[in-house]
T-cell receptor, first 113, second 117 residues
Framework: AQSVSQHNHHVILSEAASLELGCNYS??????LFWYVQYPGQHLQLLLK??????LVKGIKGFEAEFIKSKFSFNLRKPSVQWSDTAEYFC???????????FGKGTTLSVSS | GAVVSQHPSWVICKSGTSVKIECRSL??????MFWYRQFPKQSLMLMAT?????????EQGVEKDKFLINHASLTLSTLTVTSAHPEDSSFYIC?????????????FGQGTRLTVV
Protein backbone atom coordinates (compact mmCIF):
# COMPACT_ATOMS: atom_id res chain seq x y z
CA ALA A 1 0.00 0.00 0.00
CA GLN A 2 1.11 3.52 -0.66
CA SER A 3 2.18 5.31 2.47
CA VAL A 4 4.40 7.97 3.95
CA SER A 5 6.13 7.53 7.26
CA GLN A 6 7.48 10.37 9.36
CA HIS A 7 9.60 8.99 12.13
CA ASN A 8 9.59 11.90 14.51
CA HIS A 9 6.31 12.81 16.10
CA HIS A 10 7.58 15.74 18.13
CA VAL A 11 10.99 17.36 17.93
CA ILE A 12 12.17 19.94 20.43
CA LEU A 13 15.20 22.05 19.61
CA SER A 14 16.92 25.17 20.81
CA GLU A 15 17.48 28.05 18.44
CA ALA A 16 20.52 27.62 16.17
CA ALA A 17 20.40 23.84 16.46
CA SER A 18 20.41 21.79 13.28
CA LEU A 19 17.28 20.01 12.16
CA GLU A 20 16.65 16.81 10.30
CA LEU A 21 13.17 15.35 9.96
CA GLY A 22 12.85 11.89 8.53
CA CYS A 23 10.45 10.85 5.80
CA ASN A 24 10.20 7.47 4.13
CA TYR A 25 7.68 6.49 1.54
CA SER A 26 6.25 3.35 0.08
CA UNK A 27 5.06 3.98 -3.44
CA UNK A 28 5.34 1.98 -6.63
CA UNK A 29 6.83 3.73 -9.62
CA UNK A 30 7.88 7.32 -10.12
CA UNK A 31 7.28 9.65 -7.21
CA UNK A 32 7.01 13.34 -6.63
CA LEU A 33 7.89 14.39 -3.10
CA PHE A 34 6.90 17.40 -1.04
CA TRP A 35 7.40 18.99 2.31
CA TYR A 36 4.71 21.29 3.66
CA VAL A 37 4.68 23.43 6.77
CA GLN A 38 1.63 24.44 8.77
CA TYR A 39 2.13 27.26 11.22
CA PRO A 40 -0.34 27.46 14.11
CA GLY A 41 -3.69 28.61 12.84
CA GLN A 42 -2.53 28.89 9.27
CA HIS A 43 -2.91 26.88 6.10
CA LEU A 44 -0.42 24.53 4.51
CA GLN A 45 2.53 26.16 2.83
CA LEU A 46 4.86 24.40 0.42
CA LEU A 47 8.46 24.33 1.63
CA LEU A 48 9.98 22.43 -1.26
CA LYS A 49 9.26 19.82 -3.86
CA UNK A 50 11.07 17.20 -5.89
CA UNK A 51 9.92 16.03 -9.29
CA UNK A 52 13.16 15.01 -10.98
CA UNK A 53 16.78 16.05 -11.45
CA UNK A 54 19.13 17.04 -8.66
CA UNK A 55 18.12 14.98 -5.63
CA LEU A 56 19.17 17.77 -3.30
CA VAL A 57 16.35 20.25 -3.29
CA LYS A 58 16.48 23.70 -1.78
CA GLY A 59 13.32 25.35 -0.58
CA ILE A 60 12.15 28.44 1.16
CA LYS A 61 13.25 29.70 4.58
CA GLY A 62 16.59 27.90 4.37
CA PHE A 63 15.18 24.39 4.23
CA GLU A 64 16.49 21.65 1.99
CA ALA A 65 15.72 17.99 1.41
CA GLU A 66 17.55 15.11 -0.17
CA PHE A 67 15.87 12.40 -2.20
CA ILE A 68 17.64 9.08 -1.74
CA LYS A 69 15.91 6.66 -4.03
CA SER A 70 17.66 3.57 -2.68
CA LYS A 71 16.39 4.36 0.79
CA PHE A 72 12.96 5.60 -0.27
CA SER A 73 13.68 8.67 1.79
CA PHE A 74 13.20 12.41 1.52
CA ASN A 75 14.53 13.91 4.73
CA LEU A 76 14.13 17.59 5.52
CA ARG A 77 17.05 19.57 6.86
CA LYS A 78 17.89 23.02 8.11
CA PRO A 79 21.33 23.91 9.47
CA SER A 80 20.13 26.40 12.05
CA VAL A 81 16.54 26.64 13.22
CA GLN A 82 14.80 29.74 14.49
CA TRP A 83 11.99 30.19 16.96
CA SER A 84 9.75 31.10 14.03
CA ASP A 85 10.22 27.59 12.60
CA THR A 86 7.92 26.24 15.29
CA ALA A 87 5.20 24.51 13.27
CA GLU A 88 3.86 21.22 12.00
CA TYR A 89 5.77 19.67 9.11
CA PHE A 90 4.26 17.23 6.65
CA CYS A 91 5.94 15.05 4.09
CA UNK A 92 3.79 14.06 1.12
CA UNK A 93 4.03 12.06 -2.08
CA UNK A 94 2.17 11.52 -5.30
CA UNK A 95 2.90 9.53 -8.41
CA UNK A 96 1.93 12.11 -10.97
CA UNK A 97 1.89 15.86 -10.92
CA UNK A 98 -1.58 17.19 -10.28
CA UNK A 99 -2.86 14.13 -8.46
CA UNK A 100 -3.85 13.81 -4.83
CA UNK A 101 -1.18 13.66 -2.17
CA UNK A 102 -0.55 11.02 0.43
CA PHE A 103 0.58 12.69 3.61
CA GLY A 104 2.66 11.50 6.49
CA LYS A 105 1.31 11.96 10.01
CA GLY A 106 3.33 15.08 10.51
CA THR A 107 6.09 16.19 12.86
CA THR A 108 5.61 18.92 15.40
CA LEU A 109 8.70 21.08 15.72
CA SER A 110 9.07 23.21 18.81
CA VAL A 111 11.97 25.65 18.89
CA SER A 112 12.84 27.40 22.12
CA SER A 113 14.54 30.76 22.11
CA GLY B 1 1.56 32.55 -7.02
CA ALA B 2 -1.63 30.60 -7.48
CA VAL B 3 -4.29 31.14 -4.85
CA VAL B 4 -6.99 28.83 -3.62
CA SER B 5 -9.63 30.48 -1.49
CA GLN B 6 -11.79 28.47 0.85
CA HIS B 7 -14.92 29.81 2.51
CA PRO B 8 -15.92 29.94 5.27
CA SER B 9 -12.81 29.72 7.41
CA TRP B 10 -14.83 28.44 10.30
CA VAL B 11 -18.41 27.49 10.91
CA ILE B 12 -20.48 26.27 13.81
CA CYS B 13 -23.70 24.46 13.04
CA LYS B 14 -26.34 22.52 14.89
CA SER B 15 -26.53 18.79 14.68
CA GLY B 16 -28.77 17.70 11.81
CA THR B 17 -28.21 20.74 9.64
CA SER B 18 -26.17 20.96 6.44
CA VAL B 19 -23.10 23.04 5.81
CA LYS B 20 -21.61 24.06 2.47
CA ILE B 21 -17.91 24.79 2.05
CA GLU B 22 -16.63 26.52 -1.07
CA CYS B 23 -13.24 26.14 -2.69
CA ARG B 24 -12.26 28.57 -5.41
CA SER B 25 -9.17 28.83 -7.57
CA LEU B 26 -8.73 32.58 -7.93
CA UNK B 27 -6.19 32.94 -10.70
CA UNK B 28 -6.12 29.62 -12.46
CA UNK B 29 -8.44 26.93 -13.71
CA UNK B 30 -8.74 23.56 -12.08
CA UNK B 31 -10.40 20.56 -13.66
CA UNK B 32 -9.68 18.63 -10.49
CA MET B 33 -9.90 19.61 -6.85
CA PHE B 34 -9.13 17.53 -3.81
CA TRP B 35 -10.90 17.53 -0.48
CA TYR B 36 -9.03 16.49 2.63
CA ARG B 37 -9.99 16.12 6.25
CA GLN B 38 -7.63 16.74 9.13
CA PHE B 39 -8.36 15.64 12.68
CA PRO B 40 -6.56 17.38 15.54
CA LYS B 41 -2.91 16.45 15.74
CA GLN B 42 -3.27 14.15 12.77
CA SER B 43 -2.46 14.13 9.12
CA LEU B 44 -4.56 15.10 6.13
CA MET B 45 -6.66 12.30 4.75
CA LEU B 46 -8.01 12.48 1.23
CA MET B 47 -11.79 12.31 1.22
CA ALA B 48 -12.63 12.76 -2.42
CA THR B 49 -11.55 14.11 -5.76
CA UNK B 50 -13.94 16.46 -7.51
CA UNK B 51 -13.92 16.59 -11.27
CA UNK B 52 -15.32 19.49 -13.23
CA UNK B 53 -18.44 18.45 -15.07
CA UNK B 54 -18.58 14.91 -13.73
CA UNK B 55 -19.09 12.94 -10.55
CA UNK B 56 -16.66 13.09 -7.71
CA UNK B 57 -14.51 10.12 -6.80
CA UNK B 58 -14.71 9.19 -3.12
CA GLU B 59 -12.12 7.39 -1.07
CA GLN B 60 -13.01 4.16 0.62
CA GLY B 61 -15.03 4.69 3.75
CA VAL B 62 -16.25 8.18 2.84
CA GLU B 63 -20.03 8.39 2.56
CA LYS B 64 -20.89 10.05 -0.71
CA ASP B 65 -24.42 10.79 0.41
CA LYS B 66 -23.17 12.58 3.47
CA PHE B 67 -20.37 14.55 1.84
CA LEU B 68 -21.83 15.95 -1.35
CA ILE B 69 -19.33 17.36 -3.79
CA ASN B 70 -20.10 19.55 -6.76
CA HIS B 71 -17.57 20.91 -9.24
CA ALA B 72 -19.73 23.09 -11.43
CA SER B 73 -17.06 25.24 -12.99
CA LEU B 74 -13.32 25.33 -13.58
CA THR B 75 -12.83 27.57 -10.57
CA LEU B 76 -15.30 26.33 -7.99
CA SER B 77 -15.85 23.12 -6.06
CA THR B 78 -18.20 22.79 -3.10
CA LEU B 79 -18.39 20.28 -0.29
CA THR B 80 -21.70 19.99 1.54
CA VAL B 81 -21.78 18.12 4.81
CA THR B 82 -25.35 16.92 5.08
CA SER B 83 -27.13 16.16 8.34
CA ALA B 84 -24.01 17.04 10.25
CA HIS B 85 -23.21 15.31 13.52
CA PRO B 86 -20.62 16.13 16.18
CA GLU B 87 -18.31 13.44 14.81
CA ASP B 88 -18.14 15.42 11.55
CA SER B 89 -16.39 18.22 13.40
CA SER B 90 -13.01 18.57 11.78
CA PHE B 91 -10.77 20.71 9.64
CA TYR B 92 -11.60 20.43 5.95
CA ILE B 93 -9.04 21.50 3.37
CA CYS B 94 -9.25 21.71 -0.39
CA UNK B 95 -6.47 21.83 -2.91
CA UNK B 96 -6.24 22.22 -6.64
CA UNK B 97 -3.53 21.93 -9.30
CA UNK B 98 -3.33 24.44 -12.13
CA UNK B 99 -4.47 22.54 -15.21
CA UNK B 100 -2.37 24.78 -17.46
CA UNK B 101 0.90 23.72 -15.87
CA UNK B 102 2.86 20.51 -15.85
CA UNK B 103 4.97 19.31 -12.96
CA UNK B 104 3.31 21.63 -10.52
CA UNK B 105 2.10 21.12 -7.03
CA UNK B 106 -1.49 21.50 -5.96
CA UNK B 107 -2.30 24.69 -4.09
CA PHE B 108 -4.10 24.54 -0.78
CA GLY B 109 -6.93 26.58 0.59
CA GLN B 110 -6.75 27.95 4.12
CA GLY B 111 -9.10 25.29 5.42
CA THR B 112 -12.50 25.33 7.11
CA ARG B 113 -12.91 24.52 10.77
CA LEU B 114 -16.31 22.85 11.19
CA THR B 115 -17.79 22.46 14.65
CA VAL B 116 -21.08 20.64 14.99
CA VAL B 117 -22.88 21.18 18.28
Amino acid sequence: AQSVSQHNHHVILSEAASLELGCNYSYGGTVNLFWYVQYPGQHLQLLLKYFSGDPLVKGIKGFEAEFIKSKFSFNLRKPSVQWSDTAEYFCAVNGQAGTALIFGKGTTLSVSS
Amino acid sequence: GAVVSQHPSWVICKSGTSVKIECRSLDFQATTMFWYRQFPKQSLMLMATSNEGSKATYEQGVEKDKFLINHASLTLSTLTVTSAHPEDSSFYICSAPDRAKVNTEAFFGQGTRLTVV
